[in-house]
């Protein structure tokens, strides 16, 4: 096996240096009961060449790779610039361990303490993490911290968070001793709206609150954190499209305590959904109650600087049980992605990549609302997503659309909220054309 | 070789108190700073807070462990010693010192007759560390 | 000073400050396409006290050339897999083939958008349906899912599997059920995803001879307040837990259930199977065994299979195959829910499927065998010097103790920091607990025999060092760019993040190279 660099003569030859007549007295403490007697049933090996054939086949019958698409709904296409995958496609990146060894990892974790910088400046807020493993469970997790800092048990969620990221909250709260309460969003402008904010109480330990929301829209965070303050609670901030941190207010200048987004608008693959990277940021204070590494500033003996894994009695490895989290493998290498993505656009690129998603996505609802049969249900201000009802069935309307005129329209809300069978979700970015956008809204007129 | 001030009382889990009055200043001892390396972190309970004898009131960090602090008598916090919060290296240079870490009144003032006394805390450590 | 190291002399390592400390207002490293629509004035489209006003303040600006550069020079300062071997004990740094990077970016996987329709992405649910085989087949255990995301989360999902059907199964008498068994030589996740589950934590002792002490077992089993059992096999000093099936029986007999940290199964694939020995539910982690990137801490990828009993309790959508048609199944009301949005770590999987049918099922235990070997090699070479303190052959991994070496003042960390002057990236220490000053050696089947050569050679020149010369190994490394860090300084007044000077006009920075 071309991976093993010792031929099988090679490795007789050290069986017998180390005493052994055979491969199979490795296996002596293994009971002769317990081990396999047969082949395993898995397939056999292929070469390189039938490797790839096998692989470029199964990636043709993805047709909806190839289509001009206007999906989102918390994962999105932007462009990426050619030397971010040159540049984790580094063997020292990408086949480094996790740097628990400083001197030999400066790499890695100098890359890393710029990444939690970037982070704290886009999202406003004071400290950052080396990542979580992507923006559903950094919310889940930006909860169960609510609760470690105020001592509260409930928490109430908007109902125009992101519906996958509030199942997962779900499933992580379940056993915590964790309320989690819904608050309904405001038909008219698609916005979280007062049930939210009025919902706080003495007991609520968090408010979450999703911007742009699952609908696309922008949410009034400064009233939410003072809503929420003025109860002792804290404003937790979802983002699920982290470009749109290029062109709005940051939530840490709203008053945010804990924001959690999506990364993977920075310069990482659509991928079928993974891998991708949570970010998770805070306030100073709060910063021992922060799950997952952090790297910090050091220096040795000669006052050189370098970076260190540090504040390492927060984690599993050491409190074990009462750590602020069991994570320990996180998104290193797309956490470096979206590093390079961040200098390469830069303060420059961010913010024009954002105002053309911004741009786009007005231009595109503009002339779907001037369709006959088309509207726009929500009056709220939306970033690069917004919603659209239409004539009909939206799954029927969107399935043709792409069997017939090859584009993904958009994502059918009714395969996440009951109800709404004529609505879908249409996310406009920079990398959509204004040919692509005209075809769209000409296709739409059509069907 | 430990320092083991004659005029203290002490715990099993290493921990030293100090009588004055009806009042008990507590910190860990110098064996026990010893064992844990450089101090980088200390929590400390709020004034007012009420613990039980042996109750964990609070936690010390070095860089690769953490290790519970336990009162050796039952109170309530009167005061906490503020200056650990910007230098817990205190808590290694001067343990019985400006390394205290809370001083309570003491719920019942006999509580410090089943604590050991210097000497037998050094037989104790001595033990320990064969 | 350096006597007789062979692996290596020094290479270039250049400087490099930090991105803030290169920007320069001004530069770009980008350019889009000019908006081709008709432009609205922001304040029309957005209300602008929604709008950031600070301009992005302190987000560098620098040029495509001091980008690559930038990174280019720091990854001079990395170790990595691709330099050399790696002895990480739990941490199975096996090759990690170039091969896998180029499936895993085929356009048709790159570019397909989780929530595309199912009939638009049936190539791609059908590598996750057959890795789901393939992981089933090795494991002996049906029921799979890929939607974790790493080790730790898989071990969560594992073990909130076993609350949900130990609440199915007892009701209300459930909650007497509350407690977790975990070994003392257990890794730290465990624990920590146990109390996210509800479960309290009590430790099994571990024998002189390194193996779980079944008395204590059948001890705290009979308490009747048992959910289950976590336990790594081979365990985490190596060794492969030859009572595995009575602990499976008496934890079974108590009510609980079998969890099994699959973090070691580089030691198994091929061999033999955790659901043969009566485990109920495993996680895996493709980052270890199935070569996946460890990329600097991640991305992982940590399944969770589990017998047919478990299955209705997997996260949700399973992927299922009717016919010839992969499909998404959300119908599963007894699921634990969902425990990360979409799909799970989509481009490791098809990282590990293409190591699954590159090995072939030949080569899966020829791996194993390799890498069994290779720590057998590493433990014969290094027994004459340095202590090793279980007798019971080491499976894929092996540990030592310091404890010969703490005599003269020189301990684990010590010899670590010197094996990085010899060119080798340091074993995992000071893991697990219960070894004083333990060092864990775990090659993989990645190495060769001079390497692995060296790597005694350093072992044993760093002993005699500990002896003749110890300051030279107590001040180590010598030759790395930067020295011991000043850690406890760090953790004291941390600084987690750059921040500008204050009163720095960013236009008049000077130039720097």
């Known amino acids: 096996m071309r991976y093993i660099p010792n031929s099988p003569e090679e490795r007789k030859e050290m069986l017998e240096a180390i005493g052994f007549q055979s491969a199979e007295q490795l296996f002596d403490s293994i009971p002769q009961e317990l081990r396999l007697q047969r082949p395993l049933n898995t397939p056999a090996a292929l070469s390189e060449i039938e490797l790839l054939d096998k692989f470029d086949r199964l990636g043709r019958r993805n047709a909806a790779a190839q289509r001009t698409s206007f999906l989102g709904a918390g994962a999105y296409s932007h462009y990426i610039p050619t030397i971010v995958d040159h540049i984790i496609s580094r063997s020292e990146f990408f086949t480094a361990y996790t740097p628990y060894q400083p001197e030999i990892s400066q790499g890695t974790l100098q890359t890393i303490f710029e990444f939690q910088t970037l982070v704290c400046q886009l999202t406003g807020m004071e400290v950052a993490n080396a990542s979580m493993y992507d923006g559903s469970t950094a919310l889940a997790e930006a909860v169960l911290m609510a609760e470690r800092i105020t001592r509260r048990s409930k928490v109430i969620a908007s109902a125009a968070v992101h519906p996958q990221y509030l199942e997962v909250v779900k499933t992580y709260v379940q056993h915590a001793g964790i309320d989690l309460e819904l608050a309904e969003f405001d038909e008219k402008t698609g916005q979280a709206g007062s049930a939210l904010a009025k919902a706080v109480d003495d007991q609520t330990a968090a408010l979450v609150v999703q911007s742009p929301n699952f609908f696309g829209c922008i949410e009034d965070l400064k009233a939410l954190a003072d809503a929420a303050h003025a109860k002792g609670a804290l404003l937790v901030v979802a983002i699920t499209e982290a470009m749109s941190l290029g062109l709005l207010k940051s939530p840490g200048a709203c008053g945010a305590d804990i924001v959690v987004a999506e990364g993977q608008s920075f310069g990482v693959p659509l991928s079928f959904g993974g891998p991708y990277v949570g970010l998770f940021a805070t306030r100073d204070k709060y910063a021992r109650q922060i799950p997952g590494r952090l790297v910090g500033e050091a220096y040795d003996k000669k006052g050189r600087r370098g970076f260190v894994l540090t504040l390492a009695t927060r984690e599993q490895h050491i409190r074990r049980e009462k750590a602020t989290s069991n994570i320990c493998t996180n998104e290193g290498l797309i956490a470096l992605a979206a590093t390079v993505y961040m200098e390469a656009m830069g303060r420059r690129g961010i913010q024009e990549a954002a105002s053309q998603c911004l741009q786009k996505a007005a231009y595109t609802a503009k002339r779907i609302a001037g369709l006959k049969g088309f509207s726009l249900p929500f009056s709220g201000p939306y970033f690069n997503e917004f919603v659209v009802r239409g004539p009909r069935n939206a799954v029927d309307l969107l399935a043709r659309l792409a069997k017939e005129k090859e584009i993904e329209g958009g994502i059918a809300l009714s395969r996440f909220i009951a109800g709404r069978d004529t609505d879908f979700l249409v996310c406009v970015t920079e990398t959509n054309t204004r040919e692509q956008i005209d075809s769209l809204v000409a296709a739409l007129s059509e069907l | ?130 | 000073m350096t006597s007789g190291i062979t692996k290596v002399t020094t290479h270039i390592s250049p400087n490099e400050q930090l991105i803030f400390e290169r920007s320069q207002q001004g530069r770009i490293g980008y350019r889009l396409p000019a908006l081709d629509v008709e432009e609205s004035s922001i304040e029309s489209l957005v209300p602008k006290e929604f709008l950031r006003d600070d301009d992005l303040e302190g987000v560098p600006e620098v040029s495509e050339v001091d980008v690559v550069r930038h990174f280019v020079r720091m990854s001079t300062w990395n170790y990595s897999i691709d330099i050399g071997m790696y002895p990480l004990g739990s941490c199975t740094m096996k090759y990690n083939s170039r091969l896998n990077e180029r499936v895993a970016r085929i356009a048709g996987f790159a570019n397909l958008h989780p929530l595309a329709d199912e009939a638009d992405s049936q190539g791609a649910l059908q590598v996750i349906y057959e890795l789901q085989e393939c992981l089933a087949e090795i494991t002996g255990l049906s029921g799979v899912s890929l939607q974790p995301a790493a080790g730790a989360h898989g071990e969560m999902t594992g073990i909130m599997i076993i609350r949900a059907f130990l609440d199915a199964r007892d009701g209300a008498a459930g909650s007497a059920r509350r407690t977790m068994l975990i070994p003392d030589s257990a890794h730290g996740t465990n624990p920590a995803s146990a109390h996210l589950s509800g479960f309290s934590v009590k430790t099994i002792r571990s024998t002189a001879e390194g193996l779980t002490d079944l008395d204590h077992l059948r001890e705290l089993c009979a308490h009747g307040d048992v959910a289950g059992l976590m336990l790594t096999n081979p365990n985490t000093l190596g060794l492969f837990e030859r009572n595995i099936k009575q602990i499976c029986d008496i934890v079974h007999e108590a009510g609980g259930l079998v969890y099994m940290d699959g973090a070691n199964m580089n030691a198994l694939v091929g061999v033999a199977r955790p659901g043969d020995m009566g485990v109920d539910v495993i996680h895996l982690n493709l980052h270890k065994t199935f070569s996946t990137p460890h990329g600097g801490g991640g991305p992982g990828c940590g399944p969770c299979c589990c017998t047919k009993e478990l299955e209705p309790f997997l996260p949700v959508p399973r992927i299922v195959k009717t016919g010839d048609t992969y499909r998404l199944d959300h119908n599963q009301p007894k699921s634990i829910g969902r425990v990360k949005a979409f799909f799970g770590n989509y481009g490791m999987m098809l990282r590990a499927l293409a190591y699954t049918l590159t090995h072939g099922y030949d080569g899966l235990r020829e791996a194993t065998e390799a890498a069994v070997l290779n720590a057998r090699y590493i433990a014969e070479g290094l027994t004459s010097d340095f202590d090793k303190p279980f007798n019971s052959p080491p499976m894929h991994e092996v540990v030592f103790t310091d404890k010969r070496q703490s005599r003269k003042g020189v301990h684990t960390l010590d010899i670590a920091k010197r094996l990085i002057d010899y060119g080798f990236h340091p074993m995992t220490i000071y893991f697990p607990l219960i070894v004083q000053g333990a060092m864990l050696i775990e090659p993989t089947e990645s190495v060769g025999r001079q390497e692995l050569d060296q790597f005694i050679a350093a072992m044993q020149s760093i002993a005699r060092e500990a002896v003749e010369n110890p300051e030279l190994v107590l001040n180590a490394p010598h030759d790395t760019r930067i020295g011991r860090l000043d850690e406890a300084a760090a953790a004291r007044k941390p600084v987690l993040r750059w921040k500008p000077e204050p009163s720095t006009d960013y236009a008049e920075k000077p130039a720097r190279a």
């Open chain 2, 1 to 130: 070789m430990a320092n083991v001030p004659e005029d203290l009382h002490y715990s099993k889990d290493h921990e030293w108190v100090r009588v004055e009055g009806d009042q008990a200043i507590i910190g860990i001892t110098d064996y026990a700073q010893n064992s844990l390396g450089d101090v980088v972190y200390v929590e400390l309970p709020k004034t007012g807070e009420d613990f039980a004898a042996n109750e964990p009131f609070g936690s010390v960090e070095s860089v690769k462990a953490v290790s519970e602090v336990f009162t050796p008598v039952a109170g309530s916090v009167v005061t906490i010693n503020e200056s650990l919060a910007d230098e817990p290296e205190k808590v290694n240079t001067a343990p019985y010192g400006e390394g205290w870490m809370i001083r309570l009144k003491m719920a019942n003032p006999g509580d410090v007759d089943s604590l050991l006394t210097a000497a037998e805390y050094e037989d104790f450590t001595k033990a320990e560390s064969e």
